[in-house]
């Protein structure tokens, strides 16, 4: 005698269900690490370079965990440097008294000798130049639109 049945119902739901989240993550896993990407590229792009150093202390992280996926563009070091030309600095600074090299002396070249500056107060005028912000801000209907894609697209294989 052949029998044969299906299994309906809860259970097939069941499967279902258990499998949407993998899907999913893997979906999105994708886009965010494609999108990090391209805003790393961005940032570069639009980021003062007149030494390079601020280009070299730039990367792109990418982290996942049991219940998180996320990508970031940050800086590395000199994080107060960044800062004043992300946000601008026009704040009066104090500058301690120190000593440093000095091989000139009214235009007149000298031989280098040690001197001691005494403490002053200095007033940058830097403008700001959002780098980090404006490439978010120019990128965020692009990424709502790939991850809302992801999503859908996780939710039609189900």
């Not at 961005?42 to 070299?56: F, N, S, Y």
């Not at 120190?98 to 235009?107: D, P, Q, V, Y």
């Amino acid at each position: 005698m052949d029998i044969q049945y299906a299994i309906e119902g809860d259970r097939v739901a069941g499967l279902r269900f258990e499998q949407f989240p993998q899907r999913l993550r893997a979906r999105l896993e994708a886009a965010i690490q494609e999108l990090t990407e391209r805003l790393y590229a961005r940032v570069i792009g639009a980021e003062p370079d007149r030494t390079g150093k601020l280009i070299g202390d730039t990367v792109e992280v990418f982290r996942e965990g049991d219940n998180y996926i996320s990508g970031r563009v940050r800086i590395t070091s000199d994080f107060g440097k960044a800062a004043a030309l992300e946000y601008g600095a026009h704040n009066p600074t104090k500058v301690r008294a120190h000593e440093m090299s000095l091989n000139h002396f009214w235009r007149r070249a000298v031989a280098p000798r040690m001197v001691m500056v005494g403490a002053y107060t200095r007033t940058p005028n830097i403008a700001e130049r959002r780098f980090l912000r404006g490439s978010l801000e120019a990128m965020r209907p692009e990424i709502e639109a790939e991850l809302q894609a992801a999503i859908a697209e996780a939710q039609a294989e189900t």
